[in-house]
T-cell receptor, first 117, second 111 residues
């Protein structure tokens, strides 16, 4: 039973470069979330999608960040240009949102550890 | 005020002790609550959901206090393997599923 799959596991890049993080949610889940975790700020919700549609991107820190979900099985988070303060662990998570019928809790991927030098 | 707040700890307890964590939330309309466990350099994993009437899973008990807007997690008979960071999560969007996490409470269980 495959869980949420993220790639790459580690990314080291230089300031100014474009970074693309990838996520494959659990099959059958209709909600996808991107979080960022740092020691200082904890786990921050960046953006979440429902049925491939972005619902709330108020957590995206700047215009340098963008996220897409072209289909139910794939999402990307892009940072362009990257800066050292973007260094963090980025988690993708998925769940099934059933509205009044109930919700399943989030399942997280292993995360991408991003270092921007 | 932060949407979800937790005492960062660390809580240092001996094996066998009982320890409790609280988590406060700002949105009185929130309906779904969870406790997650995160080990060092790993992803958060669901520990348990929190139900209105309170619920228990082995040594773990979760409770919800709507009037005071907090949830709690009680761990009885602590084990060394319980050492981890415990994150509370609250759904802030009644229309969809916007799960906001606290910064986590670190627990260290010693022999």
């Amino acid at each position: 039973d495959a869980g949420v799959i993220q790639s790459p596991r580690h990314e080291v890049t230089e300031m100014g470069q474009e970074v693309t993080l990838r996520c494959k949610p659990i099959s059958g889940h209709n909600s996808l979330f991107w979080y960022r975790q740092t020691m200082m700020r904890g786990l921050e919700l960046l953006i979440y999608f429902n049925n491939n549609v972005p619902i709330d991107d108020s957590g995206m820190p700047e215009d340098r960040f963008s996220a897409k979900m072209p289909n139910a099985s794939f999402s990307t988070l892009k940072i362009q240009p990257s800066e050292p303060r973007d260094s963090a662990v980025y988690f993708c998570a998925s769940s099934f949102f059933g509205g009044q019928g109930g919700n399943l809790p989030l399942h997280f991927g292993n995360g991408t550890r991003l270092t921007v030098t | 005020r932060k949407e979800v707040e937790q005492d960062p700890g660390p809580f240092n307890v001996p094996e066998g002790a009982t320890v409790a964590f609280n988590c406060t939330y700002s949105n009185s309309a929130s309906q779904s609550f969870f406790w997650y466990r995160q080990d060092c350099r790993k992803e958060p994993k669901l520990l348990m959901s929190v139900y209105s009437s309170g619920n228990e899973d082995g040594r773990f008990t979760a409770q919800l206090n709507r009037a005071s807007q907090y949830i709690s997690l009680l761990i009885r008979d602590s084990k060394l393997s319980d050492s981890a960071t415990y994150l509370c999560a609250v759904n802030m969007d009644t229309g969809f599923q916007k799960l906001v996490f606290g910064t986590g409470t670190r627990l260290l269980v010693s022999p």
